[in-house]
């Protein structure tokens, strides 16, 4: 497994910025795909995002499409997540996850998904 950790939370206006890193060690970082997922109090995690182990295919929730880009370095071993346009219902802890590719999985589940990191909080204030 790789270790992931998230930074990057806080508290940002509604209609303001933030980008959420992931750092990832243990592990060859190019051979996993990477996900993100969020978790608002009393709801269940859901997908936001995920990128390839290149960085050349990316997939996102429609309620983040056109405002989350989720973009990779595999130099730096870490995976960003840039968010845009923020909302009052984007507040979650936003979690960071790695997968290997296997044909036919749905990377939109968390069961897709081998390790995880610790989650960050994002708080939107409106």
């Known amino acids: 497994q790789v270790q992931l950790v998230e930074s990057g939370g806080g508290l940002v206006q509604a209609g303001g910025s933030l980008r959420l890193s992931c750092a990832a060690s243990?592990?060859?970082?190019?051979?996993?795909?990477m996900g993100w997922f969020r978790q608002a109090p009393g709801k269940e995690r859901e997908f936001v995002g995920r990128?390839?182990?290149?960085?050349?295919?990316?997939d996102y929730a429609d309620s983040v499409k056109g405002r989350f880009t989720i973009s990779r370095d595999n130099v730096k071993n870490t995976v960003y997540l840039q968010m845009s346009s923020l909302k009052p219902e984007d507040t979650a802890v936003y979690y960071c996850?790695?997968?290997?590719?296997?044909?036919?999985?749905?990377?939109?589940?968390?069961?897709?998904?081998?390790?995880w990191g610790q989650g960050t909080q994002v708080t939107v204030a409106s």
């Open positions: 996850a790695a997968y290997r590719f296997v044909p036919g999985s749905d990377l939109s589940r968390s069961a897709a998904y081998d390790s």
């Open positions: 990128i390839s182990s290149g960085g050349g295919a990316t």
């Open positions: 243990g592990r060859t970082f190019s051979n996993y795909g």
